[in-house]
C-alpha cells in the first residue's frame, strides 16, 4: 500500500487532497495540526512519531528528522541493496511527499516581529523532506504547491515522468528561495537574492542575433508578467522595454486620462486629456515623426474613437488596462500589431530597480511615480500664474521618464518639445526648442521642465529665447545665483523642488 506524508502549514486544499488519496487506498502519514485538521476531516492519519518509534521533541523542532522518514524518502526502489537496508531496519518506503513551509516572508513582514519569532519560523525538517522526495523524484511525488493537486491526482492515475521532473524543479526553487530569504533577513541587507522564473522567450535581443527571454521576479509578482496579449506577433526584448517605460510613464496621472508615445524606452510625445483619443491626440502632436514605431501605453480604456486615430499609423505595441469591443475590432485588423492588457499600473514605489554591470548589478529604489509639492519653492521674483502652476504640474511628471539630460517643454497638458540623452543639458534645451518648432508650436508662454539643476545659465538663456515663461528644476546648483539671475533677467517664474529626476 503507498504511502504519503502530509504536513502543510497552508492547507489549501488539502481534505480533498488527502481524500482522494485515501480513495486510491494510500496510507496518511502526518504531523501536529495537518494530522488534526484530516482527522477532523474524517479520515485516519498515522502520526510520523509512529513511524519513527521516536516521538516529537522541542516544541516540534525534532519530529521528521530520523532515518525512517527520510529513508523511505531516499531510498532507491530499483536498487536491490538500499531496499535489503530499508528491510533490516524495518522502514517502509514513502511514495509521496506534501509539504509547504513555515511561513518565513510572511512573519518577518509583519510589523515589530521580534527575532525569536522569525528564528521559530525558520522550517528545518520541511525542506529536508522535500529535498529528499525532489532528489528520489523517480520513486517519489513531491508537492510544493497546493496548486499542483490537481495535477498530481491526475499523474497517479496516468504516470507522467516529465510531472515529477517538474515538481522537483519547482521544489529546488523554492527551497532554494527560501534559504535566501532567511539569508537576507539575518544578513540586515548584506544579500540581495533574485530569484526568476522564465515566463516566455522572446523573438530576439536587442539586435536580431543575440538570444532573449522574460523571466518575471517571483517575489514581486503583477508587472508585466500580469500581462496578456490579445493580438499580433510575438514581443522582442525591445518591445517590452518600451512597454516598461510608457505604462511607468502613464503611471503619473490617476485622475486623468494618459498617453504616452515611446521609442527607444523614452517618451516621444506624452499628453492627458478628457479621454483615450484626446490625450493619444495631444501625445501624437507633440512629435509625429518620431511616434513611427513606437510602443503607446494609456491608463484608461482604449475607446472607439481612440482606435479610429490609432489605426493609421505604424505602432510596434499598444498597452493599456483594456480595450472597448469595438476597439479591439478595429486594431485587431492589423494582423501584426501587439495589443496588451495589464491592470492599472501603480508608481512603483518600494520595488528595487537593478542594472547589470559587469561582474555583478547595482541596486536602487525604483523611481517613485509620486510628486507632492510640499518641498517646491518659487527662487524668482515673479510667481507662476494658474495657468503656468497647471503646466509646470504636467511638465514635472512627463519630464520623470524622459532619459538625462532631460528638457521636457509643456503647454496645456501636453508635450509640445522634448530634449532627451544629450550630453549637456544646454544642448537638451536647444533639442526641444528644435523640435516643437518643427512641428509648428509657438513657445511663447509655455512651460520648462528640467529633470536635473541648470549647471549655467545658458540653459535659462536658451529658453528665454525660444519664449519659456516658466521653469521648474530641482534646484541645487553651486551657480543657482546665477541661474536665478538670468530667470529674473527675462521675467521668467522658476521653481525649485528640491528633487531630482535623473533617469541614466
Known amino acids: 500500500m503507498p504511502r504519503a506524508l502530509l504536513s502543510v502549514s497552508d492547507k489549501t486544499g488539502l481534505l480533498p487532497f488527502a481524500q482522494a488519496l485515501a480513495e486510491r487506498g494510500w ?14 476531516g474524517g479520515l485516519q492519519v498515522t502520526e510520523v ?5 521516536h516521538p516529537e521533541m522541542m516544541d516540534g523542532r525534532v519530529k521528521t528528522l530520523h532515518p525512517a522518514v527520510h529513508a523511505g524518502l531516499l531510498g532507491r526502489r530499483a536498487n536491490d541493496d538500499d531496499m535489503a537496508q530499508m528491510r533490516a531496519q524495518g522502514y517502509e518506503p514513502i511514495d509521496l511527499v506534501a509539504v509547504n513551509l513555515y511561513p518565513f516572508r510572511e512573519t518577518v513582514a509583519r510589523p ?8 521559530e519560523n525558520i522550517d528545518i525538517g520541511g525542506p529536508s523532506m522535500l529535498r529528499s522526495a525532489a532528489k528520489n523524484h523517480a520513486s517519489v511525488w513531491v508537492v510544493v504547491d497546493p496548486a499542483d493537486y490537481g495535477a498530481v491526482l491526475a499523474g497517479l492515475d496516468g504516470g507522467d515522468d516529465a510531472l515529477r521532473r517538474r515538481l522537483a524543479v519547482k521544489v529546488f526553487a523554492h527551497t532554494s528561495g527560501y534559504d535566501r530569504a532567511i539569508a537576507e533577513y539575518l544578513g540586515e541587507g548584506g544579500t540581495i537574492s533574485i530569484e526568476l522564473a522564465k515566463v516566455q522567450d522572446l523573438r530576439y535581443g536587442e539586435n536580431p542575433d543575440q538570444r532573449a527571454a522574460f523571466y518575471r521576479d517571483t517575489a514581486a509578482g503583477g508587472g508585466l508578467a500580469a500581462m496578456e496579449q490579445l493580438n499580433g506577433k510575438e514581443l522582442s526584448f525591445n518591445n517590452l522595454l518600451d512597454v516598461d517605460a510608457a505604462l511607468l510613464a502613464v503611471s503619473a496621472w490617476r485622475d486623468e486620462a494618459a498617453c504616452a508615445i515611446v521609442k527607444h524606452t523614452t517618451p516621444c510625445g506624452i499628453a492627458v486629456g478628457a479621454d483615450a483619443a484626446e490625450a493619444y491626440r495631444k501625445a501624437l502632436s507633440t512629435d509625429p515623426t ?19 486615430l490609432l489605426r493609421p499609423n505604424f505602432v510596434e505595441a499598444i498597452v493599456a488596462p483594456g480595450f472597448a469591443d469595438a476597439a479591439l475590432r478595429l486594431l485587431g485588423e492589423k494582423k501584426n500589431l501587439r495589443l496588451l492588457t495589464i491592470p492599472a499600473a501603480g508608481g512603483g514605489a518600494g520595488e528595487m530597480d537593478f542594472k547589470r554591470v559587469r561582474g555583478g548589478f547595482v541596486a536602487q529604489d525604483r523611481l517613485s511615480m509620486s510628486f507632492p509639492e510640499d518641498g517646491w519653492r518659487v527662487a524668482t521674483q515673479r510667481a ?27 503647454r ?9 540623452g544629450q550630453m549637456s543639458r544646454v544642448d537638451s534645451s536647444r533639442i526641444a526648442v528644435l523640435k516643437a518648432q518643427d512641428n509648428g508650436y509657438d513657445l511663447a508662454g509655455a512651460a520648462l521642465a528640467s529633470d536635473a539643476f541648470f549647471p549655467f545659465r545658458d540653459g535659462v538663456d536658451a529658453a528665454a529665447a525660444a519664449g519659456v515663461r516658466a521653469i521648474i528644476q530641482p534646484g541645487g546648483s553651486v551657480r543657482d ?16 523642488t528640491g528633487r531630482r529626476l535623473f533617469r541614466h
Open 384 to 410: 507662476p500664474t494658474e495657468q503656468e502652476m497647471d503646466d509646470l504640474r504636467f511638465a514635472w511628471r512627463a519630464v520623470a521618464t524622459v532619459k538625462s539630460n532631460a528638457i521636457l517643454l509643456a
Open 412 to 420: 496645456g497638458g501636453m508635450a509640445v518639445g522634448i530634449g532627451a
Open 290 to 308: 518620431s511616434a513611427f514605431g513606437s510602443v503607446i501605453a494609456f491608463n484608461t480604456e482604449v475607446t472607439e474613437q481612440a482606435a479610429i
Open 481 to 496: 545665483d546665477e541661474v536665478i539671475a538670468a530667470a529674473n533677467e527675462h521675467g521668467i517664474a522658476m521653481l525649485f
Open 49 to 53: 512519531s509512529e513511524v519513527t518509534g
Open 27 to 40: 496510507t496518511l502519514l502526518s504531523t501536529g495540526g495537518t494530522a488534526r485538521a484530516l482527522r477532523e
Open 112 to 119: 515589530g516581529v521580534t527575532m525569536d519569532d522569525a528564528i
